[in-house]
């Protein structure tokens, strides 16, 4: 009876001392993962990529005036085919050339007054003005702007002088977004554990995410949220996609 008392002592105690074991097991476990809420660091991952224009289209209009529209109608028009036929003969395909509606302007009023030697002048402007525009598309892309510099001085010296532009059409923004999103998050993370080991820690799962805008730098301006240097694209058929995604990660 003695042993079998001793017995259930013994097992009483050793399960009394490994429950407060436990129990300050998690006590401890509890109060060290309550601390580590207050070690994070924030870092900023960046992502470019690179975007090749799927098409270019070459713009070309000019605009006639004058005070009989008729007239200014048939000097339109016969510009229009001098250009077309000009086009056609460098070996652009007819079905490749949109031409746009004319435009008519009507000032109805014939005159305006400028000041002039500190006096006021009434001084003689055209009623109409016609503006017609034609447009080429192309898929080469990597060309278009050589072949619209080309363009501009043929007409030039064939007295058909036009305003002529490249625009350039870019992929969805969505088709690159996924991955763009991604490689911000997994650069966020190398600077993340680049510091935590330079702190001897180590890195822990992420507190809160934020995605900068996507920007775009091209051939007209450029937006950062970083004072990283960016090289902008060298041709104007690419577009660089930016982004710069803000990560708060724990460290334990």
Do not use: H
């Amino acid at each position: 009876m003695e042993n079998k008392s001793l017995t259930k002592s013994i097992i009483l105690s050793f399960s009394l001392s490994f429950g407060l074991f436990l129990l300050g097991f998690y006590i401890f476990k509890g109060l060290k993962t309550f601390s580590d809420k207050d070690r994070v660091v924030t870092v900023k991952g960046l992502a470019e990529m690179n975007m090749t224009a799927s098409s270019a289209s070459i713009a070309l209009n000019f605009s006639l005036s004058g005070d009989n529209l008729q007239d200014i109608i048939k000097k339109t028009e016969s510009k229009k085919n001098s250009i077309i036929a000009y086009l056609t003969n460098v070996g652009y395909n007819k079905n490749e050339i949109k031409i746009n509606n004319i435009d008519v302007t009507d000032r109805q009023k014939y005159n305006k007054i400028q000041w002039i030697d500190d006096k006021e002048v009434e001084v003689k402007i055209d009623r109409y003005t016609i503006t017609q525009s034609l447009t080429i598309q192309s898929k080469d892309v990597i060309s278009a702007e050589d072949k619209t510099s080309q363009i501009k001085l043929d007409l030039v010296s064939k007295d058909l002088t036009c305003n002529i532009y490249t625009n350039y059409s870019f992929p969805e923004l969505n088709s690159i977004k996924p991955k763009l999103i991604a490689e911000s998050t997994k650069n966020a993370r190398i600077a993340g554990e680049q510091f935590a080991n330079d702190s001897q820690a180590k890195l822990g799962k992420i507190k809160t995410a934020s995605q900068g805008q996507i920007t775009i730098a091209g051939n007209y301006y450029y937006d950062g949220e970083t004072s990283e240097a960016s090289e902008k694209p060298k041709g104007p058929y690419i577009q660089k996609a930016r982004v710069v995604s803000t990560i708060v990660f724990f460290l334990e």
